[in-house]
């Protein structure tokens, strides 16, 4: 048998517990064939000897926004600024760009950057020259908006929605931040986003991936909802991977806002589902629909996610839920009734309480999906919540960066007691918890080395430890990334180098296992190969 490349390293890690390291690996029509003495003999059409290198199997980035990421890279960004001033003098010099009536938009306003302000709507106003204005947090579950966006968007007068709130302040005025489900007042005036535009933001975005050996993603969530872009986003998926330009292999989740009742089932009264019926598994190994994407809360970093006990120095804010707990529960059982799993975004314990039940809910009369439910982000966990989530199944997607970004903010918003329980890593693994890495990109620096090496340091960006006790080893944090995301994605051809996989590798300059942090963090990338192509570099 010739078979199509033959590649050599001084070490290729393989993931896999059989063989963990080879220093042969041989590709035919995108897939692995074999390592080391199986290739004894075999002839290749090509053969390279990459030499003092590192192979890993390709990264999975189990939770990003990739539209969005996309997005970023071409609206004005303010991820880097560290004054309130500093950001509205770069909104006005991009206004001047914005032809007259068309929307200014910027994103990455990370306010704890500059010490918890948000710039006042009369300055808003004063640099945005009449044009409407939307700026993103970085968060992603709030957005900063001028007077003549809101006046369009009716917010000025508008009650606050279900899971959502308008800021006010003391006089009742609006302030132009609108959070959680109150962003779509603006939001929706933007959307849908063309085929063209979204085609664009993943090509942008997914050139990035590749240039850091990532080579499947989840996205977490498409079409409508002010999550989504387009009703029609998935459609724009496909386009960006007939035109080559969707660099990796792509798990979509619809939000639940593009549910509706599903019909022509009288065995399942009362479920959603997507038009035609598909669900959970639908597409083939470039591009395929994931879970069922809800909110059941909102984010630590804005205080809104919903917990079992006040946050530090507000005795009356324990966040809220992004909707009725009765509602979010029977929307989850209908989804799984039409064979949907389940990611529900769930931050706050309070959350992640009601997740757990509705899931556990929906196992007992639907029974366990081939793809894992999924609680995504799960931030702050009891000790109490491990076994439940490991006995039930359900793969968790924290971030390992936010630990690092924010964490002395959350020692200030959660208090000492509970930093045990943020961001967990160790502990889920030692409860025999399926965990994923992931970034929450653009919410946060997606560069999964970086994340790495937090996972193994847990450090915040003052130096401090944070909850040393749940750092891991290289090689459980490499997994995280690899084999174990492969699993929370329902993967079963992906995650590893292994005869029958897919060839989907990323080389490196340097071992993820042998370097110290501070050397990994420093990774370099030197070639991604899907299904055996290169996505980034050359062999």
Known sequence: MKIDLVIEASDIITMDERRPQARRLGIHQGRVVGLDEDLDGVEATRRVDLGEVTVIPGIIDAHCHTTWFGRTQIDLDLSRIRTVDE???????HTETVPAGEWV??????QHLVGGAYPDLASLDAVTAGRPAVIKQSSGHAVIANTEALRRSGALHASDPDGGRIERDSRGQVTGRLEETAQALVLDLLKPMSHADIVRSLDLATSIYASEGITSFTEAGIGAGWIGNSTAELGAYQMARDCGVLRARAQVMPTLDSFELAHGNPATPGSIGLSLGARTGL?????????????????????????SAPYCGEPDNTGFLQGDAEDITRKIL????????????????????????AIEASIAANGTPSTPHRIEHASYLRDDQLPRLARLGIAVTPQA??????????????????????YRARSLLDAGVLVAGSSDRPCIDGNPFLAMRTLIERRTASGQEFAPQERLTAQQ???SYT????????????GSLWRGQLADLAVLDRSPLTSTPDELSKTRVLTTLVGGKPTHGDL
């Open 477 to 479: 944090a490499l997994a």
């Open 483 to 494: 084999r174990d995301a492969a699993k929370a994605t329902g993967s079963r051809d992906t």
């Open 87 to 93: 950001a509205l003098t770069l909104i006005a010099a």
């Open 283 to 307: 597409g083939d190994d470039r591009l395929r629909l994931g879970p069922l994407k809800l909110f059941v809360d909102g984010s630590l970093t804005g205080r809104t996610a919903a917990m």
């Open 105 to 110: 938009q910027a994103a990455g306003y990370n």
């Open 334 to 357: 209908a989804a799984a009734a039409s064979g949907w799993s389940i990611a529900a975004h769930a931050i706050g314990d309070a959350a992640i309480d009601l997740a757990m039940d």
């Open 401 to 422: 960066m936010f630990v690092h970004r924010f964490g002395d903010e959350f020692v200030k918003s959660m208090g000492q007691e509970r930093v045990p329980g943020i």
